[in-house]
């Protein structure tokens, strides 16, 4: 079973559910291959071909009716009783034509009746098999196995062909039909035997027959489903002109054969016979261009080939309408459609949602189909019989056809990937944009019954609104709301206030000068001074106050209006107004938080102000021992924009509790302070702390002169520094997404990151497999067992650096790509969830390029590692490693980790061949890494 395995590429677990589907689908079609010669013949030999179209649209009236009875009943059965009681009903069926053409009986409405049932029957036996499909597979698993399935599909066809030939003259048609419904009861066993392997958990777990009230609604109404999706929409139109070409090559093939042919057992072996050619075209297909056509071009590509097949075999019947130009045609239509058509197809509708796909697929399968065939009985109606045209005539038409046809797989491709998209995405809020007229009453009248009410957010929201506008109706609710409870509401009320003359809010103000927050004294005071005839007078009365957080909150409103406004710096003197707050602490008995609050307002005033006499004050707020007043006096210090502070600010991001205001005041510096901060970055004797919290730095700058320094240090060594570039760049994209990013680069950087994660793997895959020297085992099982604990200590390590190895590679994709398909792509295949893990692996394989998609696919989609190593020798050069080069690769990496982890097993071995290394890592920089190497070395030692 492995070998067969290995060469059809399946993987284990793959082999019962393949080889039940395969025999399921092989006597399907064989059932199919046999029914349809038999409908043929019977149809041509009393009818002859020019009734064909007619027939074509008898299906198309039919197949309505039967599609509105089966999507009716459908919704509410179990699948695989649905898939049961059609079987069954087909069995009785056809042993009613079978006893009608016992008696010899062969009444026109028979013949259409049996031509029309053939066709639904063979429509709706393939539907159900492949949505039976969909839920034994997932997308990869499908990706591998419905190349193999195919193949028993067309096997089937064969078999059933070449029977039909074989044994039409022995037996008679008719007695053929008990050869069909016998193959139907087979298939009615391997139905149970697949539902109940691995099907029914798969269906149970999507509550895909127990929807939702809100499922169940959104699969309501199908043509709104298909009309509302541009995936649906373009899917339903390929396999709709797919259907009207192959009645068009159909006609033609069966006009020139029957014209040739007269028998009606000849007619039905001759059927037959092409019909196993056509197969076995088809299984040649299938074996050596099918699945590697899916997997190096993708779903949507792969539906170019029966076009162009078609366009080919067309082409041969307008410059020579003879039986082997037909053959060819048929055989180009029928071997593509049964082969690389279909599995392109079946993977096209894989990231439908599954609560819808069952009645899309089998309205688009049946409806679609039947649609199209009555499109295609009414063109050769018009064309053959109304206007009397040749059968090379209808070769130009299938051109036409063909070319609107190759249009729309070219426009679902990147449906195909948006839909993937959609499936591993999670639920996001996007929030509307509402663009109000206010100048409407009605618009006005709503918004003042808001303010009249207690709900914060709303009276926020709608005062928001009025910032800029006047509308005299608000001003009896500004005046109420500036009493209200919420601090911010006031604030924003005396905010709109100041605009409306005849509101006169000034004891209001001054009240909240008295008793409200610092916010809503600097708010009340700028009322004030904005009212106010002689705004100097009022700015100089508060800041000569006797109370001191009010003379803070006037400081903090003077910073603001001095910033950008000279005159008003000028008359300000807060150098002086500084010192005497600092000689009013002193003096007066002032508590240790309220001094610390103090100066929180010092810093923020210098900040502000911009006062470059106020920097040697600043000096002063760096030093102090006050987290907050450090934080507050680091935001200042970026605020001035002067270059004394850079080396005190880079300083300060090695500590943990100033390194976020540190970095913000760091960035606002903007790209003048770049070349400073590279060179800290690029420094190996710089501070590690300092080194790794620069990255985020250059990303808040974001322009393309940060994006170019992180970009050049991508190959740092250390691993994490490495990762915090990267993080960074994620960070500045996701927030100047205009900066571009070199993509060539990316890409170096992402092989560099895949190959460095199949090297950790090779040593991971060697300690997880290594066996116990003899010089181990010797050992009493107490040292036996500090060896496995050591080991099973790196191989811990080992798979953490490779998880952290994946995050680096993610992380470098959305560098290169969307950052939210990655980042959802990422989550799908750490999932748990079998489906998710597909989707993303499948949504990766259609959009990542060829020249990555080779290294990263199959990490993310080789469950046994020593397998994915045997895949990556192709394109990875490096041999499956020794002992000696597993310990050499980590003790000389960057990993402190892992070296810790390697010096500890090589303690334990009592192994020596790495001793010039270890002599080395005693004198490391890192404490951790150096005693352990102290450690290894008298371990080595004395076991020698």
Known sequence: MKFYQKILGLRDGDGVRTSLMFAYIFLIIASLMIVKPIRNSLFLTEFGAEKLPFAYLLVAIVSALVVWLYSKFSKNIRLNYLIFYTTKISIVGFFVVWLLLHFNYMGAGFLYGFYVWVTIFSVISAAQFWLLANYVFNAREARRTFGVIGAGAISGGIFGGYLTNYLATIIKTNNLLFVCMGFLLICMLLLWLVWNKSARYRYLDRSAYRKRPAEAERSGNVIKIITGSRHLTYLAGIIGLGVVAANLVD????????????????????????????????????????????????AAPSLLFLPIGILIGAATIIFNPALWSAILTKVSEGSFKHSINKAGLELSILPIPNDIKNKVKAFIDVFIDALATGIGGILLILFTIMLGLSIEFISLILVGIIAIWIFLVIRMREEYIDSFRHAIEKREIDLAQQTVNLRDASVVKSFIKVLDGTNERQILYVLGLFEGSESNELIPYIKKLVNFKSDEVRIKALRLAVVYEELDLTNEAIELIQSGNQDIKIEAIRYLYLRSDDKLATLKHYLNHDDLYILAATLLFAAREARDNAEFRDVVDFKAIYVRMRKSFKQADVKEESTRYFKTIAARVIGIAGDPKLHPYLHFLLNDNSPEVLRYAIVSAGQSGADEFIPILV????????????RLALAGYGEEIIPHLTEHLENPAEDYGIRLAIPRVLALIGSPKSVRSLLDNLDQKDMLLRYEIIKSLNKLKAKFPSVRIDKSIIGSRILDETEHYYKTLAVLDFHQNYKLSKKNLALDSINQDRIMKARRLMIKALEEKLDNNLERIFRLLGLRYLPQDMYNAYLGVRSNKSDLQANAIEFLDNLIEPNLKKYIIPIIDTTSPRLLLEKSRDYVRFDLPSEDFCFDYLLQGDDNWLKTCALYLLAELGKDECADIIAKLVNDSDPIVKETAEYCNARISASN
């Open 251 to 298: 006609y033609q093939f069966s006009a020139i054969a029957s014209s040739v042919i007269a028998d009606r057992d000849r007619l039905t072996a001759f059927f037959g016979f092409w019909m196993s050619n056509l197969s076995i075209a088809s299984l040649f297909i299938q074996l050596l261009f099918t699945g590697r056509i899916l997997k190096h071009l993708g």
């Open 651 to 662: 300083k300060f991001l090695a500590r943990k509790h100033t390194r976020t205001s540190s």
